[in-house]
């Protein structure tokens, strides 16, 4: 059993500390928090053991009523690897600061930039490249999003050129301060986005262009993807290839299932565990080839779909499981991933 | 073990389905349904019976590789009660045109209208009234939410009159087609609005005025409350009467809960089902009494709010539980209720 | 001057009316209502004649205190030419049940389908092909915004292909009732969308394929262009070329200018009428060439940006002017677009 | 002629320098801005002289090409009277740190804290008590519109307590990174709300409870009204004196003006410069009493609502006119208000 923290029980943290200990081959030591707030409470009346990240504010918690374990600095000694789920930035800081002083392995999220961690990672593109190594990014959510369908298709067939339009949600559901209200954002106004370049260093020679924006949405975002494929398939051939991929759904429109917002509501009918959808959908009925060009719309919960990859990064990089597939497989039974 | 049936497995049906199931004391015979579509196929995947509400549909069902057990009319055969929660005004025409006919005990949804059913139901308010009856109505989300926050307070101290705006979501999560997008909708533009009536027909003799409107929002109704009081109690009093009041929860703004939408992840941290938030949400700040009035705001997850009192009405219109407190009880027990 | 009557005096028609009004060398003899709102109230208070499309309805306008000048019947009788803007699928029925008996000149809107009207039109694009003609529809508010920029690029430098994300707003500002509040929708969920082969009703020739969502938005559509070149351009020649084209406008985002909400707060300080802005506003910042590849993105008012070429065909239909730029800087002139 | 100066050509600003523009009695010698953005570009483009309030960004105009006067410190020399609308609390610091040493008269607006500026000015409740006076506020959108419709139903009837809802929209329309995207958010959580006290610095004597939420909408906040009268009156008493009150407009659900967002659809068919409502809109349906309780509901526009009252406070503070229905009646008359 490794010893896991999680170093920022946030909206990734809580899921990413589910997820581990739904594992049996490691477990979650303990969590950290800055704040005496609603997670911080439902952490502890979870069974999570509580540690500050803000040693000075241990009063408040006590205030609170929220039993506090010990500092983030005791909660590090004791683990074989953290999880690093704090906002964008802080990681790459912790990663210099902290986790390298103390020779503790690391896994960041797509928030930290790649050149600050080395080595960026998705169970699917490059698991074997984090086998043993100190620190890994897990890519962010939308490149989680893309490597996922587009890994298959270029086993399948192989890919020349990708083209993706990204339609983001501007924030997560509980962030209320964030638009916006009623405006489509070009975010980056820039062309292409920093999106291909991330998506390239996981899939390395891939050819793909991106372009991003934000709407007043708040459940997932959403990907129009146009794929140049270098040999000739057919749609069922496409559609057989990311049926049996894990962690890809096809879902149909005319079931009901049009919109992110039925895709949210279906993960509740399957009963998921706060409503998270860990898998691409992918709408079927969008799936096409014209001249070629494989076209097609899948939608990614930002708020889940990195958490198995993340479950996979550790088994990696302790040398828990040399086979990626084997470590999917164990991550999706675990969490009753399809 | 009574025989329950649910015509109509939509938004509220299949949470009572889900609800009754947690029940020792009844279980769910079978489920109706008109369209193939997802919800179809996750209520044959969890195990119930899918009875077919427009039998010359069967045809699409086969297609689509949903099994169907067989048609309303034979579902209805094998209950002890229905709990028909077909979109409103059909309800009533089920009521007239096929119950009746069957002697068959039904339970309606807050879209009828009370004078069509006789019986409006509370399980806190009016349960008492509904032991034996064949026929009520569990009042809607919103008029639930006022009683049952409503009820204590009376209890407490006595309650002159009221006064409340209701600000309501604008469509449920997956109602993609409803509005607004961007605007605020007097809802109805005349005051006083029909809420104050409809909490009379389960608190009989509460004096109450509502005015209500529409906002873009899919998560939960909000609730402006002033309540003029007939004996002076302190906001302690108050406090400690609704936290010992089952099925409200005073949740803090200072502890991350601000608005609807934290109220919606706490019920995630919660673990609920659905991410629903079965109690009504009191901000504890929110709470104060200025000459002699109570002043509070509460949210309303219209989605799973009257759930409970499903299960409740069922229980004393079948004769199983004489007693209002056992049965809420019961209920919060098998569902988690707070 | 000719006589124009505006059949719909609804969110297009309304604007067509006072665009047609701004000519010299045509004029709005009347305008139809069907309901008395406070359009028809303030269509009536700015000088319009009224007539009313249902004569049956006279006695509610007349309790409104709104004066009806006739029916629409004996509005046709005066006319020129019509500019149909009912909704959707309605005007193809009043062509052949209505326009064609009469034998009466008339424009429709996008709503309706190229086959039943028979020719498409664009001023850039194919203005000579509706000279005298009888009908015609002017191409949707999303096709025009395409035409727009897709035609001074190709006569700059030749178009290989164009693949467009067409990001759409969900209702206009007004339609209350229409969604979504917090979802994307893939409209229609196939692909390629309807869109590119109503581009091709008037151009003719262009390789175009385009996918369509739907977004929680009520001010512009966004489009998103990968346009594949034929011959060698700079980023400044396209620049140059759209700078010089009349009704697109260069507009910066780090000029504050990064978003449809701020384009359209910009339109305000232009003092546009309605704050409409006629204009495409392309994102400078957006502009790009990857690989003989031009990328971009832009911005459609859905309201407005169609209104100047109702005008355009009205000349052309009625053979005033036979030179589409000479039509085009007229209306420019008339209106005050850039 | 007064000379007038705007500091802050933003959302307010640059609406009070059209008014201003619009009087016979005083013009606008000048507006400041801190960004070379679109708003500094279309300032100059329609005559306004541009001053910069942070001289050493003087190069970043000239590069944006736009051309600057002088500096903020210069343009306040030639001034009778700045009006301030820069950000919320940089206000008072402005008072104390610049006007008060220059001697020059300023007005605020109803960000800065009544405390600080010391005197808070409303049209038709306190316009007497700004005759002369070197400084004073402007109350804010919301308690400029509670002020609107009070005040002629406290001349008709007299008021004896009022409770007011106040529903309002999230962010304006061209703050994208405002949210809420999907929540209703107690803004404060607290009640009574500021608002009630606010009410109170212009209404000296008014009995008045307020609570106020945020939700996600960008066009106008709405108000739910409860007044408790003093003498009996009838409604159509009420609908009289309303009529009959400039800057207020009761307006029909029933003729299509049945939200917030038809309401600005209303502002553009008055072809209102920006879009502007500067009248407070009453739902004339909503106007009912019940038991000597009269219950409304109303429309601000958030963005225009108070720009009339600036005007009326320069007339008011440099004694060009000491009647407040003559200056009221001549602001208006210039600027188009009903």
Known sequence: MKSVGINGYGTIGKRVADAVSAQDDMKIVGVTKRSPDYEARTAVEKGYDLYISAPERESSFEEAGIKVTGTADELFEKLDIVVDCTPEGIGAKNKEGTYEKLGLKAIFQGGEKHDQIGLSFNSFSNYKDAIGKDYARVVSCNTTGLCRTLNPINDLCGIKKVRAVMVRRGADPSQVKKGPINAIVPNPP????????????????????????????????QHNLMVELESSVSVDDIKEKLNETPRVLLLKAKEGLGSTAEFMEYAKELGRSRNDLFEIGVWEESLNIVDGELYYMQAIHQESDVVPENVDAIRAMLEIEDDPSKSIEKTNKSMGIL
């Open 190 to 221: 820039t062309v292409p986005s920093h999106h291909g370049p991330d998506v390239q260093t996981v899939m390395y020679d891939l050819n793909i262009t991106t372009m991003a924006l934000l709407v007043p949405t708040t459940l997932m975002h």
